[in-house]
């Protein structure tokens, strides 16, 4: 997609952020018997993609109506983004004269009644959906919310909000400092990439600022396409202004001047959300000539991705900002020395940037006193599949898989039995239940055949066909190839035809053979991530579930 296409798309996107409009008068049916002062305590309320999927928007459209109808008078609204507990949506919090905030939840509009009304805005238990004060909630006491700080507490496009609590404050304490130095403290924290890859952070802005030419570029991947994920879209849409915080920073370490957040087309909401932010922060002097007034000149721009899984990789992505097909670059060169427009660029994903402004707050020290030695800091980790209370949550690392699911998601609902889990998307290996005590690491899941990716856990009950399941992804593979290196465009396809065979029940051994020896070759000799790790999820599912591959190959000899 070239940059014109992908604005005619961003100025087209349907902004999917505008909160239901307080109504006109209605009848004061329970005005007079209304027990309670009419000053009507302020409402914050959830409003990303995923709140709005499950029902919030018509819950708090009812919500105000009833309110206004018995008033004539609809309460101040902040709406917020998601603080990932799902299972609780939709959600509302009613702010109290003290200034703690008390939550109900999930709603639904049959709980709207008289009696609960006036409960809820006296901040009173209610049957089915009092929660009290989200943060005292069993889900977030554990977590350690680092980077999702302000997701689902500040309004996101708040600008005056957020800088009263601290945003921006980072970046001030970044440009009072070398950019070397600053560059020494991202090295000294240990941050790995959250996209997958988990290169040292640092070490890329180092190579990046030592490269020659100019411009530079700083681009934020958030083109997040594994099945089970979207951390970085309710980043984008709940703390926009945590990203640009983190790209200023990067920018002002390496020398950049422009940068690009590139978003995948199906985030309309998290498109328009970011627009908003760095349309605030030009107007504030974040962005442009001189950061903060300060920095160097700095500006951003969002590019939009046509839908192509491919894209998340860091040089399909830039052949897609330049407007072309996007397709895998041999490497190297790196793109921290020759990368968008063949400029020296740091490409970080979405949550990568987002941890920089609590690092450079509170120092390398304090970011590595979570986590694991090799494993520095928390990770997000979003839960989905077959669990009784799906979630985002950040933890450090280091919690064991076991910990995490059934801790945090609740197990696999009554009556179904875990079989497998599976990290880090299409591309991660299945892990049986025998493995559950693996920490929740790079180093840990490495060692057990797994792999953390973008922090995508989903977990599968025994009704999974993990034939069926392998066969899956691997046309998902063969789908979502660019084609440019024979392993991956011609492997994906051989390794989905044999098991195709095997799930109709003409395969053989030698066929599972063969695929074993493809996946080696593809492993091996793919130019990228996707052809090499593709096979993870197929060579896992026959190390751990062999019965289920040799059940369905052909029957011969012995007579019928």
Not at 129 to 153: D, K, M, N
Request: contains cysteine; aromatic residues 6%.
């Amino acid at each position: 997609m070239s940059v014109s296409s992908a604005e005619a798309v961003e100025t087209a996107s349907q902004d999917q952020t505008t909160p239901p409009q307080p109504l006109s008068a209605a009848p004061r049916s329970w005005a007079e018997s209304w027990p309670i002062d009419t000053s009507l305590p302020r409402l914050y309320l959830p409003n990303d993609t995923t709140s709005r999927a499950v029902g919030a928007m018509e819950v708090y459209t009812e919500l105000m109506h009833r309110i206004e109808r018995a008033l004539g008078a609809t309460p101040p609204t902040t709406f917020v983004g998601s603080r990932g507990l799902f299972f609780l949506e939709p959600l509302v919090e009613v702010e109290l004269p003290t200034g703690e905030r008390v939550a109900y939840g999930p709603m639904r509009t049959s709980m709207l009644t008289k009696r609960n009304l006036e409960l809820i805005l006296q901040g009173r238990r209610i049957a089915g959906a009092t929660l009290g004060p989200l943060a005292e909630h069993p889900h977030l006491i554990g977590q350690q919310r680092l980077v999702f700080g302000s997701c689902g507490i500040l309004p996101p496009n708040d600008l005056q909000a957020l800088r009263s609590q601290g945003a921006y404050g980072a970046l001030e304490r970044a440009l009072l400092r070398s950019p070397p130095e600053v560059i020494d403290e991202v090295v000294a924290s240990g941050l790995q990439g959250r996209g997958g890859a988990g290169f040292p952070c640092g070490l890329k802005w180092r190579t990046t600022a030592a490269a020659a030419g100019s411009p530079k570029y700083i681009v934020a991947n958030g083109d997040e396409g594994d099945p089970g994920t979207y951390a970085d879209r309710m980043l984008l849409e709940g703390d926009p202004h945590r990203l640009i915080e983190g790209m200023a920073i990067a920018a002002y370490a390496v020398g950049a001047t422009e940068g690009y957040v590139y978003i995948r087309g199906e985030y309309p909401a998290a498109i328009a959300s970011m627009r908003t932010a760095i349309t605030q922060a030009r107007e504030a002097g974040i962005l442009g000539p001189r950061m903060l007034g300060s920095g160097g000149p700095f500006d951003l721009r969002v590019a939009i991705n046509g839908g192509a899984y491919i894209c998340g990789e860091e040089t399909a992505l830039l052949e897609s900002i330049e407007g072309r097909r996007g397709m895998v670059r041999a490497k190297p060169p790196y793109p921290a020395e020759s990368g968008l427009f063949r400029k020296p660029t740091v490409v970080n994903n979405v949550l990568t940037l987002a941890s920089i402004p609590w690092i450079l707050r509170n120092g390398a020290r304090a970011w590595k006193k979570h986590g694991t030695e090799g494993s520095p800091g928390t990770v997000v980790l979003q839960l989905g599949g077959s669990l009784r209370t799906p979630c985002l949550i950040e933890v450090p690392f280091g919690l064991s898989l076991r910990e995490v699911v059934s801790g945090y998601g609740g197990g696999t609902p009554k009556g179904l039995k875990l079989k497998a889990v599976q990290c880090g998307g299409p591309l991660g290996g299945l892990l049986p239940p025998r493995l559950l005590d693996t920490p929740v690491s790079f180093e840990g899941l490495k060692a057990a055949g797994g792999l953390l990716g973008h922090g995508g856990i989903v977990v599968y009950d025994h009704r999974t066909d993990m034939v069926d399941l392998s066969h899956h992804f691997m046309e998902f593979c063969a789908h979502e190839s660019c084609g440019k290196c024979t392993p991956c465009r011609i492997g994906s396809h051989r390794a989905e035809e044999l098991l195709q065979k095997v799930l109709d029940g003409e395969g053989s051994p030698e066929d599972l053979d063969r695929l074993r020896e493809l996946a080696h070759t593809m492993t091996w000799a793919s130019l990228c991530a996707l052809g090499g790790l593709a096979p993870s999820p197929v060579l896992s599912a026959l190390e751990h579930f062999p019965r289920e591959f040799e059940a369905r190959l052909k029957r011969t000899g012995g007579g019928a």
